[in-house]
Nanobody, 115 residues
Framework: QVQLVESGGGLVQPGGSLRLSCTTSGIFFTAYDMKWYRQAPGKQRELVAGITSGETTNYADSVKGRFTISRDNAENTVYLQMSSLKPEDTAVYFC?????????WGLGTQVTVSS
């Protein structure tokens, strides 16, 4: 059974930081490309950051220089370090694992940036 479990969300003030984690089970983690998406109320889900199995990274323009994606293959976990958070970063953050035509999703973790 494949599981992706996000954690680390919460309430943070503007300018603050959070680190999200997505721990996986049931997949050969090393082979999968991992991505973080987010969805704000009333908006479409958008890609935030991705890291390939070869550890190539990419970021949405809105988070470049503020967010860092990384992976720990020994722990089957992908991380999203978020800094200089803005109110517009408020959303539910989801991780996904993709390999060829396979795609798996977690249930998400809420991030709220507010004073």
């Amino acid at each position: 059974q494949v599981q992706l479990v996000e954690s680390g969300g919460g309430l943070v003030q503007p300018g603050g930081s959070l680190r999200l984690s997505c721990t996986t089970s049931g997949i050969f983690f090393t082979a999968y490309d991992m991505k973080w998406y987010r969805q704000a109320p009333g908006k479409q889900r958008e890609l935030v950051a991705g890291i390939t199995s070869g550890e190539t990274t990419n970021y949405a323009d809105s988070v470049k220089g503020r967010f860092t994606i990384s992976r720990d293959n020994a722990e089957n976990t992908v991380y999203l370090q978020m800094s200089s958070l803005k109110p517009e970063d408020t959303a539910v953050y989801f991780c996904s694992a993709t390999l060829a035509l396979k795609a798996y999703w977690g249930l998400g973790t809420q991030v709220t940036v507010s004073s």
